[in-house]
């Protein structure tokens, strides 16, 4: 029996109508979204500036030229007193880039070190690496800084009882003292030595990683690299007639004076920051190069490699696309854990800027908006780096 079409649907055409077209719907629906969010957030601003400016309270970014009026204990640029708001707001960041700076090169190589140790086929070892990790990494950070600082460093002996390092490295309760360089004239010129030694260094190893592709034959580039970065600079400083003298601290009085002092906070938060973040970058460090497989070493020894060459050389370069990834998250967590500085009362961005900028000027939006761009700019930096490495290293299809 054959089957006929009806006339109705041998007729009918695809609707044309352009509420149809999932392109179309698609962008409306975006445009919509965006309006909606853009609309809510000029809603919460609008609002907000109309009931400030209804009690008398501005939330404009005027009184950042204003003086500031009060001291600062730590500063790296210098600071005084009568110095503008924006002023206090530069002294933050730099103590608190300091702190993240320090502390992730710190949190880094103890957590490198850890994790190896974590793997180590020697029990002791393995232990003891296994309760640093599980003890300190289930600890609250913050309490682990009031253990620093109120724990150790303030318990440290007076100045005139010091831990004495050869007369130049000093350690007490008020702090930590080293000399410090006094620049001579000439002095220039060894910088620029050294700026150069680092970048024939850089030279060398993409040379010598482009040779081993080409001909599979090893140099040794980073150990080369060192020797010039140390060998070229301090031939150029002992040329230029050693320009270059130290400012040694001297107690006087109550205190060390001179040199360059470090105060106990300041240790304190750095010592629990990069323990504290060492314990997750050690677990990391682990699963990477636990991830990496078992024949890679077995073929490493077959081949006659070094021991030392191999986790280095092999195990290393592919274990880091497992690792980067989290800890790019490390990295961040390192500079807003930096937050907690207040606690202790180290000046930092939050202390200097959100506390008392903030109850000295009542200017809460824009303190706090300028505080949030911060962090979130030094996120996307780090985010921003760490990424990019991470894109460089990653097995690509040929």
Known sequence: MAITESPSIRGSKPSSSILNNETFRSIVFQFVTVVCIFGLGWFFVTNTIENMSQRGMSAGFGFLDSSAGFGISFTLIPYT?????????????????????????????????VGLMRMSKNWLVRTIARWYIEILRNTPLLLQIIAWYFGVFNLLPRPRDSLDWGGLFFLNNRGFYMPGPIPGDGFTVTLIALVIAIAAAVGLRYWARKRQEATGKYFPAVSVGLAVIVALPLAIFLLSGAPLAWDVP???????????????????????????????IAEIVRSGVQSVSHGQTEAARALGVKPSWTMRL??????LRVIIPPLISQYLNVTKNSSLAIAIGFPDLVSVWMNTSLNQSGRAIPIVAMTMAFYCLVSLFVSLIMNAYNRRILLKER
């Open 314 to 319: 092999i195990i290393l370069p592919q274990a």
């Open 250 to 280: 001297v107690l006087q009085g109550f205190n060390y004076r001179g040199g360059v002092s470090v105060p106990p906070a300041l240790c304190a938060l750095v010592l629990a920051l990069a323990i504290y973040t060492s314990c997750f």
């Open 81 to 113: 007193e009568s110095d503008s708001y924006f002023r206090v707001f530069q002294v933050g960041i730099a103590n608190t880039l300091l702190v993240a700076v320090i502390s992730i090169f710190g949190a880094t190589v103890i957590g490198l070190i």
